[in-house]
């Protein structure tokens, strides 16, 4: 970023290429008294506000959180759409998600069983009966 | 003119009898270096007048709600970049053209301005600075041209000083391409 910056430095500088008009610093202060209430209303407009940029960052840094959690979503009830449909039977859902990929991992099927709603006593009985 | 630390113009603020006149100072001394964090977001004179005269009175009607925690600039540098920021929103909402348009006629408009002084160079430069997200060209403007140190603009947005840095990064970055691109 160094270079990048001393490059913008070299090429640019940082000289002010904006003016003011003659003695508009010098008039500035007593034009703006002149135009302020005699005392302060009180209405909490001047009250320490950060500028909204850092509820932008907030969520700017939330939203792949967000993302995330919305892909996750929409994985799990596509495979719970898909081990619920009609003809095949809840206790060969497991089987046959097995049998189709062997390297699907323990996590997967621990949550299909739970969205099937089967139990180990289940899967046991299921794999004994075969 | 007298120039009074931070704890003499709060003295002063914190007193009734003494609130304006303590006012009055505050803006004499402040109000320079307020006018150009403004015009550098909003880039006519005019607006930054109007930006500026806002700010101030923002500040007069909020004295109670400034507990003196922060410098004076520091509160006052947060109330301005909140008009003008509020300022540029507004102006988006209601023009005529596209946001696209807006940006890319700054150039244009700045070498067309009375008050801008710059060759095209730096108005092409003033028009990258425009295109940049309002993070990246707040940090940008306050660090390349006020040459604020990260801790001062991080108390200013209440934002991190490594975010602070990102944004300056990618900033500098674009600006760099821009630049590079139309060479």
Partial sequence: MMNEEQYLRSQMGTKNPFRVPEGYFDNFASQLMAKLPEKPCADGAGAERVPVIRHTALVMRLRPLLYAAACLLIAVMSVTVYLNRPGLDVHE???????????????????????AMIDNY????????? | MVQLDDQQLKSLLAEEKTQRQGFDLMVRQYSEQLYWQIRRIVLV???????????????WNGLSGFHGDSKLITWLSRIAINESLDFMRRQKNVATISADDVESGVANQLM????????????????????LPE????????RYFDELKY??????????EG???????????KITEFFKHRD
């Fill in chain 1, 93 to 115: 859902q497991t089987a046959a998600v097995a049998a189709q990929d062997p390297s699907l991992s323990d996590t997967y099927f621990e949550e299909a069983t739970d969205y």
């Fill in chain 1, 122 to 130: 289940d899967i046991y009985a299921c794999l004994a009966s075969e």
């Fill in chain 2, 45 to 59: 004179h005019e607006d930054a007048d109007d930006v500026l005269q806002n700010t101030f009175i923002k500040a």
């Fill in chain 2, 112 to 131: 067309a301005d009375d008050y801008f002084d710059g060759d095209s160079t730096e108005a092409q430069l003033q028009e990258a600075i425009a295109k």
């Fill in chain 2, 135 to 142: 993070v990246q060209r707040t940090v940008f403007n306050l």
């Fill in chain 2, 151 to 160: 801790s001062e603009i991080s108390t200013i947005l209440g934002t991190s």
């Fill in chain 2, 163 to 173: 975010a602070l840095k990102a944004s300056y990064h990618l900033a500098v970055k």
